[in-house]
């Protein structure tokens, strides 16, 4: 079956599925019926040390050259022992490398030491996220003194890393801690994937996903696993906290929004006094619990109910004014920036209450929102940008790939039924003029015909697919990769 690419502005068009839209349901997002099972996508697979060729169907860009680089779990039991949660599987790097149009691939699971000792004893010796280990014999007397301890007090630690090693071996040496946030709720501080900086400022962000400290602590003890102690707290609010990230001072002024939470960020940039954040963010916090493999491996209505009950992110603006002082006047917009729907207002001292606005027009909703945010980074990183990039989600996992103009707000999308592409990654043409010259490159893989993988190549300015690259193994659905130029 050809891809279909479709380009919406005003209207709705909704790629031809079997699972149709049928209503709002209460998290006032599309209701989808009949969604195809998934589970082959999240089974243990044998890593592929060695290169081995690719089929490749169509043309692959000859100034391609370099490395596609990707993670993702890849192993989700030792033995007679399984993991529970989608972030517990044995972490495999995989690898597409790119030279005069041909492509080859090869994998290995990450040599961690959870990896070496589960191997070592075929069962699983390293509690993970959402899986305990074997209980400890001990835990009765733990319990009784962890009743008498009294928790260390939490701090957020932002930390800079120097951009180049001295020699191949360093890790993190000569990195320092750039300043300390203290969280709202020292026993219960915020949990964070990602933060966002511009060129600038750090913006930490704060969100309503909390994390009990003390079940987390006594986690293995009552043999429960880390998630137990994470939980979204809707009466919270969302905040930032801006860090100069030349000389380490946290802000006094504390920007508040609605209770979100977010994974990825988009961009952040400033411009005219402001700060432009964007980033990909629900209205709810609880997906991270619901990730389980026994939901991701679920079919029919079960699967249908699962995905109905979770909230979408979808890709939303926030401007900051970065000159609040005590004069500002409270009770007045300070966005000031036209065609801006966003609003801040000082509600008191040291404190601005946002609203964002969207960076996306109602046909979104059509695609499940968008998550695993890109951009051209090399070119646009920290600066004004026109152009991004992400996966819809009419499934548990990303099930088409979309653009997003936000001249106009229109998107531009890959979609074929039954494949189920990754988070796309851009590349720059060589002589690149416009932001959008180069390819994006994505992973995609099916549950319905075993080692069908293929490496998408689609050029970034049309939309359109200038080839693939099969491989004849399968993969995982994973999740972030990054892409190597080669000289």
Same mark, same amino acid.
């Given at each position: ?35 195809? !099972? @998934? ?64 492509? &080859? ?18 069962? @699983? ?17 733990? $319990? ?14 932002? *930390? =800079? ?5 001295? /020699? ?5 040496? #000569? ?14 501080? !915020? ?6 900086? !511009?060129? %600038? ?11 009990? $400290? ?37 802000? !006094?002024?504390?920007?508040?929004? =609605? ?7 988009? %961009? ?19 997906? @991270?619990?619901?990730?389980? @493999? ?38 007045? %917009? ?29 046909? $979104?909703?059509?695609? #499940? ?6 951009? %051209? ?6 600066? +004004? ?16 790939? $979309? ?8 998107? =531009? ?26 390819? *994006?490159?994505?992973?995609?893989? &099916? ?14 300015? &049309? ?12 993969? +995982? ?6 892409? /190597?130029?080669?000289?």
């Amino acid at each position: 079956m050809p891809p279909v690419k479709l380009e919406v502005s005003d209207a709705t068009i909704t790629p031809s599925s079997d699972a149709k839209p049928k209503q709002l349901n209460k998290c006032n997002q599309l209701e989808l019926k009949g969604l195809e !099972s @998934i589970a082959p996508l999240v089974r243990s697979v044998e890593e592929t040390p060695e290169p081995i060729a690719t089929e490749v169907c169509g043309t692959i860009p000859t100034w391609i050259r370099g490395s596609l680089l990707r993670n993702g779990p890849g192993k989700f039991e030792f033995g007679n022992q399984h993991y529970n949660h989608w972030f517990d599987g044995m972490a495999m790097l995989h690898q597409f490398k790119i030279e005069d149009g041909k492509v &080859t691939y090869r994998s290995r699971f990450l040599q961690s030491d959870a990896y070496k000792k589960n191997s070592e004893r075929d069962r @699983i010796m390293v509690s993970e996220f959402g899986t305990v280990a074997m209980p400890d014999p001990c835990k009765n007397f733990f $319990l009784r003194f962890l009743s008498r301890f009294e928790m260390i007090g939490a701090l957020y630690n932002i *930390i =800079k890393v120097p951009p180049m090693k001295n /020699n191949p071996e360093e890790t993190l040496e #000569g990195a320092k801690v750039l300043c300390s946030i203290v969280p709202a709720d020292k026993a219960r501080p !915020s949990y964070y994937h990602s933060f966002a900086m !511009s060129e %600038n400022y750090v913006v930490f962000i704060e969100q309503p996903i909390k994390m009990d $400290l003390l079940k987390i602590v006594t986690a293995k003890l009552r043999g429960k696993g880390i998630s137990e102690g994470v939980y979204w707290d809707p009466k919270q609010d969302t905040v930032f906290h801006l860090v100069d990230k030349h000389k380490g001072q946290t802000s !006094s002024v504390k920007f508040h929004t =609605k209770a979100l939470s977010v994974f990825h960020q988009i %961009n952040a940039f400033e411009e005219d006094g402001f700060l432009m954040l964007d980033m990909c963010c629900s209205d709810n916090g609880e997906a @991270i619990n619901n990730y389980l @493999i026994q939901n991701l491996r679920k079919s029919g209505e079960a699967l249908d109910q699962v995905y109905n009950t979770m909230y979408r992110a979808f890709p939303r603006r926030f401007v900051l004014p970065l000159n609040v002082t005590n004069n500002t006047p409270t009770g007045v %917009n300070l966005n000031t920036r036209p065609a801006s729907s966003a609003t801040s207002f000082k509600t008191a001292i040291d404190k601005v209450v946002c609203q964002f606005e969207d960076l996306h027009g109602e046909d $979104l909703y059509e695609y #499940g929102g968008l998550e695993f945010p890109q951009i %051209n980074y090399s070119k646009f990183n920290t600066r +004004p940008y026109r152009y991004f990039y992400g996966c819809g989600f009419r499934h548990l996992v990303g099930d088409s790939l $979309l653009k997003i103009d936000l001249e106009g707000k229109k998107v =531009k999308v890959w979609y074929q039924k039954g494949l189920f592409p990754s988070e796309p990654v851009f590349v720059p043409s060589p002589e690149a003029v416009e932001e959008d010259d180069g390819v *994006i490159l994505s992973v995609v893989v &099916t549950p319905t015909e075993d080692k069908s993988t293929f490496l998408l190549v689609l050029d970034a300015k &049309t939309w359109e697919e200038l080839g693939r690259a099969e491989v004849p193994v399968n993969i +995982p659905y994973g999740f972030h990769g990054t892409f /190597n130029t080669t000289a």
